[in-house]
């Protein structure tokens, strides 16, 4: 049996806005959840001398996230659990980071993005000074992750999905927030 991909909700929003914390508080409390790609693919390609970095190849980088988000989006797809999914991002992202950047988006990744469909709301984490931080894989600006941000909320909203604004609160009150608003 088919995983019901109306459970597939998508927690996005620009770097550094809580969402691997807000997903691991929605892992410990039993839920489904699937980490970004992004992340993985830089430590990959940082410890194998890769050229697949944002800061190195913008393109590559974009192109190994939309592989990788379109693979995760199928193997899940394939499990039988009816319980919530919650993504840290989704195959948009990447085509939002690809606008973000400049680069052109091949219309194969506008179909595929079309086919893979999540549910309908979308909930997206604004940017937040006070706890964003830099680290090996995020060098990003504030200023860049504000952008991103404006990017992502375009992005799902142009192909048609309900952007939900989770608010500047504590985790748990965040989960509670997302978890509230289950359909």
């Known amino acids: 049996m088919k995983q019901n991909i109306s459970t597939f909700y998508i927690i996005t929003g620009g770097p550094g806005a809580g969402k691997t914390t807000l997903l691991d508080e929605l892992s410990h409390r039993e839920l489904i959840t699937v980490p970004e790609e992004g992340r993985r693919i830089i430590k990959e390609q940082m410890d194998s001398g890769g050229e697949g970095l944002p800061w190195l190849n913008k393109e590559l980088f974009a192109e190994l996230m939309f592989e990788e988000s379109v693979k995760t989006y199928l193997r899940i797809s394939q499990t039988t659990s009816a319980k919530p999914v919650f993504f840290d991002r989704g195959i948009l992202d990447t085509l939002g980071y690809m606008k973000l950047e400049n680069i052109p988006v091949p219309e194969s ?72 608003r289950l359909i």
Request: some cysteine; charged content about 30%.
């Open 109 to 180: 990744m506008e179909v595929k993005a079309r086919e893979m469909i999540y549910h309908n709301n979308v909930f997206i984490l604004p940017p937040w000074k006070e706890i964003y931080e830099n680290d090996p894989e995020r060098k990003q600006t504030f200023e860049k992750s504000m952008l991103t941000f404006e990017c992502m909320n375009e992005i799902y909203q142009e192909y048609g999905y309900n952007t939900i604004e989770v608010p500047k609160i504590s985790v748990e009150n965040r989960a509670r927030f997302i978890l509230d």
